[in-house]
């Protein structure tokens, strides 16, 4: 079964402010992590990822926390933005194998 | 040039048609992989390919044959589909299969009469 999922299908913000999305993993053994970005109509796209040797890494308004006592990872977006308005993905790779959890839509109001 | 392109967008086909996906890249990635995404659940690994040889195929029924004729192109060919193969297939590409960065195409929306 999937090792990988999130905690809410669904997500609604308001414009300018912060987004967390959040995942729960199962695996002990997991060590790579990914999230993955999927617009209407497109295919996904790489966010951000994160190996287990860090608890932290910072891209541009993006962040994603790695918790392994809890197995919980989470993705933070700053001042979202409409164009955040997406499927989020978080995603286990287990070399050479990819594995999608369930997604989060967030919707982002104006 | 970082696209992964994917024909056709779009596929109508009867169950006893025989036709296939086409994907390309020219990122001169060694990996390339099939996924198959049904509405509002997240992309389901089909097979992955590595340096032209098949690593991975996830247990994917007969009537799917992938074909990697070189390292730049990736093609799934289809036949005899069912109904519930409808669905949306993608494409993606790595550098190797050592990293989790996928490039993914827009996909092949595939619909089964």
């Known amino acids: 079964g999937e090792s990988v999922g999130l905690h809410l299908p669904t997500l609604s913000v308001q414009e300018g402010d912060n987004s967390i999305i959040n995942c729960a993993y199962s695996?002990?053994?997991?060590?790579?992590f990914i999230w993955y970005k999927q617009e209407s109509g497109k295919g996904p796209q790489f966010i951000i990822d994160?190996?287990?040797?860090?608890d932290k890494r910072q891209g541009q308004r993006v962040t994603v926390l790695l918790n392994k006592t809890v197995k919980h990872l989470s993705l933070q977006i700053a001042a979202t933005q409409p164009g955040d308005s997406a499927v989020y993905f978080c995603?286990?790779?287990?070399?050479?194998?990819?594995?999608f959890g369930e997604g989060t839509q967030l919707t982002v109001n104006p | 040039d970082t696209e992964v392109t994917q024909t056709p967008k779009h596929l109508v086909m009867g169950m006893t048609n025989k036709k296939s996906l086409k994907c390309e890249q020219h990122?001169?990635?060694?990996?390339m992989y099939w996924y198959k995404q049904k509405a509002k659940k997240p992309p389901e690994l089909m097979f992955v390919?590595?340096?032209?040889?098949?690593?991975i195929n996830e247990s994917v029924p007969s009537r799917f044959s992938p074909e990697c004729p070189n390292s730049s192109l990736l093609n799934l060919h289809l036949h005899a589909l069912q109904p519930e193969d409808s669905a949306l297939y993608l494409c993606?590409?790595?550098?190797?299969?050592?990293?989790?960065?996928?490039?993914f195409g827009e996909g092949s929306r595939l619909t089964v009469l």
């Open positions: 993606a590409s790595s550098q190797d299969t050592n990293t989790g960065e996928l490039f």
């Open positions: 695996n002990s053994a997991s060590d790579y």
């Open positions: 994160i190996r287990s040797n860090m």
């Open positions: 995603a286990e790779n287990i070399i050479p194998r990819l594995t």
């Open positions: 990122m001169g990635h060694r990996a």
């Open positions: 390919y590595s340096y032209e040889k098949l690593s």
